[in-house]
């Protein structure tokens, strides 16, 4: 307040600048979904690399991934990215296994509808790169539909649905997937991000909440726990990010 006093254009404006992070709801584009996060209608210029780590309890045996997500800015409104990871599976029972995991690709699309929040449409794939033995060789194909409203400076609400063909551990099959989301500012720079996701091809349904803490330089620290509410899915998990835009 004393520096705003003594000089008050200069100050003024820092003051705005550096308390502009989550102010409102409109400041979140730059916060992505984790379990959704291809299925999302967020669009950021340049190019976002994501290293993380993930793991998981299933009944009878633990999996894990480390490795990176990517998103760039192809054109005005297209997005592609994809996942590279080397992933494990440690069974309760006898000695584990990791190797490369499976490589995931997308592609999405900001549609240019009248709606007053983000609406896009897209597709991924799985392409089944990696072992049996360490848990991947998973196929798996998606188009979906998502948006993202701001609901005032309350939070963000997200939403996808997708048509898809999932293979997960010696099971198969076609179905619907929807996810429901929200994204809540508390702080400057922490945002709080809530998801539920379903799916019809196997008995899925998870929930998750996690945390994004936005860095001074520009990045994001990022994570979130997860509780299986259905047979198929995992018991329980979490995963640690750290979001970086390359430029």
């Keep these: 307040l004393v520096t705003v006093t003594a000089l008050p254009s200069a100050a003024q404006e820092t003051t705005t600048t550096s308390s502009a992070a989550y102010t409102s709801t409109s400041d979140l584009s730059d916060v992505r979904l984790f379990q959704s996060w291809t299925a999302d209608a967020t669009f950021t210029p340049g190019v976002d690399l994501e290293p993380y780590f993930a793991w998981n309890n299933w009944n009878g045996f633990d999996t894990w991934s480390l490795g990176a997500r990517v998103a760039m800015w192809v054109h005005d409104g297209v997005e592609a990215g994809g996942r590279i990871a080397w992933a494990g599976v440690d069974p309760d029972s006898f000695d584990g296994d990791s190797g490369f995991g499976d490589i995931d690709l997308h592609l999405r699309y900001r ?21 049996e033995d360490t848990g991947q060789d998973n196929t798996f194909v998606r188009i979906f539909g998502a948006l993202r409203q701001d609901l005032g400076d309350a939070f963000t609400f997200t939403a996808n649905l997708g048509f898809e063909y999932l293979e997960l551990f010696g099971d198969d099959g076609n179905g619907i997937s929807v996810g429901l989301g929200s994204i809540v500012p508390v702080t400057e720079n922490l945002a709080t991000v809530f998801e539920l996701n379903l799916r019809t091809a196997i008995d899925y349904a998870v929930v998750s909440g996690g945390v994004d803490y936005e860095l001074p330089p520009g990045g994001h620290l990022r994570g979130a726990g997860v509780i299986g509410l259905d047979d198929e899915a995992p018991d329980f998990g979490f995963q640690v990010a750290l979001a970086l835009p390359i430029f």
């Excluded at 709606?115 to 072992?131: I, K, Y």
């Design 111 to 131: 549609l240019p509808v009248a709606f007053p929040g983000t609406v896009a449409a897209g597709g991924e794939v799985r392409l089944p790169t990696g072992s």
